[in-house]
């Protein structure tokens, strides 16, 4: 459902006359449009966004983690339309248990490497990825860095 | 020069002629150890022949965990952390983030400092472009221009220097305005280096822009259609160099870019000479920018009116207990950031500078991201040089102009 809040936003209008059950929330904080995306539509939407409403460029992938809340990751997208000089911040919150979300890579070539950042430092798994391997750390480095259960500083014994 | 091979009719004949010849390919480590690709990137190429077949950019050697370290500093110590990333252009991250966080916190920067920040940028975006057009050049084979660019960005540096104290690692800009009140004298240094620095820029061109070899290695070279370039993250002065005009000083005004008077440079060839224009040009507009900032600076105070966030000044300290109060508990704690989230882009030397801020009501950042220019126009270098001759590489990658300190964080 799309909050009352979000009426005048063409963007979120648009999304919701596609497909009105993949919104799961949403605000508009400081001048920035945020819409959250129920996880599995996540694919659809950006196809959506990108061919239809002319967002060409995926500026970042990115995730946040709020452990111990559950569900605890929150996959970020930003979007940014060149035609309309307007950008939009979709939200999935994904489980933090096996936690796993399709990869948007077939609809921006872009979101390759940033998918495969937040596999190698959150662990966050990417359905249909390409190529899913670690791109910062080593190839044989355990654990997810960026996770807030992940210690800051240590040595391992 | 000349005619650009199809990178699928080679992979065609190669493949067709493998039961004959057996495999000709050869695997080629560009890297990470290698003078031209300016920090360590690892470049594994398929060759056949002379032409390369495929590219996988390899990368991470320079990953140093900024972004976890972001967590653990509180608000304003990690500005210094920002100085880090893209190294040869400091300023322009630690602007990034300090209005990131300056909108979590709605605050108002007063005039001076944002005409500050403006003229300190764009110092910074010259700084940067001389280093990417010396080396691009000695990469290429044209050692003087090197010398004569360094000899510049020396001057550029000292500025730094004057203002923060720091040559490259300045800091100088924190949230809420600056760290230091401009140094007295600053305006007569920046003075001297403008008003000769639009004829240096017409010495290199002097020494590049006809010059027959230049032409030979740069035109026609490192071509990629725009659509791919949109599609795969490039953003700066590879987009206008491919005739689209993009610039988020103009499209998404920052810090008072709307009252400056300065075009975006656009060509259309899109190739590694089109960028070098675009770049030169930049520098000419940056030039007027600075000249601009210098000269209409407002007068006022250089940090903004909110003692719950900016440190008192000295003065107030030994007289006011108030001021000595908030002045201990900044220090010591910090200071709290209503909760939220932001995505601030800025337009770096490289391109599209976003930071993504994410507070939780406390005194540290809850997450920062850096959506870094460098390491989205490094994704598009498989697809520029695959089926292009491996001496035009160097000169492909130069014109993407990255840092892989800013690629890795």
């Known amino acids: ?157 | 020069m000349g005619d650009q091979p199809n990178p699928q009719q080679t992979v065609a004949v190669a493949e067709e002629e493998k039961p004959r010849t057996g495999s000709r390919r050869m695997v080629l480590n560009m890297g990470p150890q290698h003078p031209s690709t300016h920090g360590v990137l690892r470049l594994v190429l398929e060759l056949d022949g002379e032409i390369i077949v495929k590219c996988e950019p390899e990368l991470g050697y320079l990953h140093t965990g900024i972004e976890k370290e972001f967590e653990v500093k509180n608000y304003q110590q990690a500005v210094t952390l920002t100085d880090r990333v893209d190294y040869l252009a400091p300023l322009s991250n630690n602007l990034g983030y300090c209005l990131a966080v300056e909108k979590l916190l709605g605050l108002e920067i007063p005039p001076k400092a944002q005409w500050m920040r403006v003229m300190l940028t764009e110092l910074t975006r010259l700084n940067s472009h001389l280093v990417w057009l010396g080396t691009h050049a000695l990469d290429i084979g044209a050692m003087t221009v090197f010398l004569y660019c360094f000899r510049e960005r020396e001057d550029i540096l000292r500025i730094f220097e004057m203002f923060s104290g720091q040559r490259m690692m300045t800091s100088y800009f924190r949230i809420g305005g600056l760290a230091l009140d401009p140094p007295r004298g600053w305006h007569e240094r920046v003075k001297k280096f403008i008003d000769t620095f639009p004829s240096r820029v017409d010495e290199y061109e002097n020494l590049l822009t006809s010059n027959r070899i230049w032409m030979g290695r740069t035109q026609g070279v490192g071509r990629i259609s725009l659509e791919d370039m949109l599609d795969l993250g490039v953003t700066g002065p590879m987009l206008r160099a491919a005739g689209l005009k993009i610039d988020a000083r103009k499209d998404e005004p920052y810090s008072s870019y709307e009252k400056f008077d300065f075009e975006v440079p656009v060509r259309t060839e899109n190739d590694v000479f089109a960028r070098y224009l675009v770049r030169l040009e930049e520098m000419r507009q940056s030039a007027k920018i600075v000249r601009q900032a210098m000269d209409g600076m407002p007068e006022g105070p250089w940090k903004a009116d909110d003692q719950h966030v900016v440190l008192p000044d000295r003065e107030k300290m030994k007289t006011q207990m108030e001021a000595l109060i908030y002045h201990f508990k900044i220090v010591t704690e910090g200071f709290r950031v209503p909760a939220g989230e932001v995505y601030q882009v800025i337009e770096s030397p490289r391109g599209e500078l976003g930071f993504y801020a994410v507070s939780d009501g406390t005194a540290h950042p809850f997450r920062v991201h850096m959506r870094t220019p460098s390491f989205g126009n490094l994704q598009a270098t498989s697809v520029m040089v695959e089926g292009t001759l491996i001496a035009d590489v160097i000169a492909a990658i130069g014109s993407m102009d990255f840092v892989l300190g800013d690629t890795d964080r």
């Open chain 1, 1 to 157: 459902m799309l909050p009352d809040s979000l009426r005048q936003h063409a963007t979120a209008l648009s999304v919701e006359a596609f497909d009105g059950d993949a919104i799961t929330g949403g605000n508009c904080d400081r001048g920035e449009l945020t819409i959250e995306i129920a996880a599995p539509k996540i694919g659809s939407v950006c196809g959506f966004l990108k061919f239809d409403q002319g967002f060409a460029r995926l500026s970042t992938v990115t995730a946040v983690d709020r452990y111990p809340a559950e569900p605890r990751f929150e996959v970020v997208y930003h979007l940014h339309s060149v035609e309309h000089n307007r950008r939009v911040r979709l939200k999935c919150r994904v489980s933090g248990t096996e936690p796993a979300i399709d990869s948007v890579t077939s609809v921006w070539r872009s979101a390759n490497w940033y998918e495969r950042e937040v596999f190698d430092l959150f662990g966050i798994q990417f359905r249909n990825h390409p190529n899913l391997k670690r791109i910062m750390m080593p190839d044989d480095w355990e654990g997810h860095p960026l996770r807030k259960d992940y210690p800051v500083t240590g040595s391992r014994v």
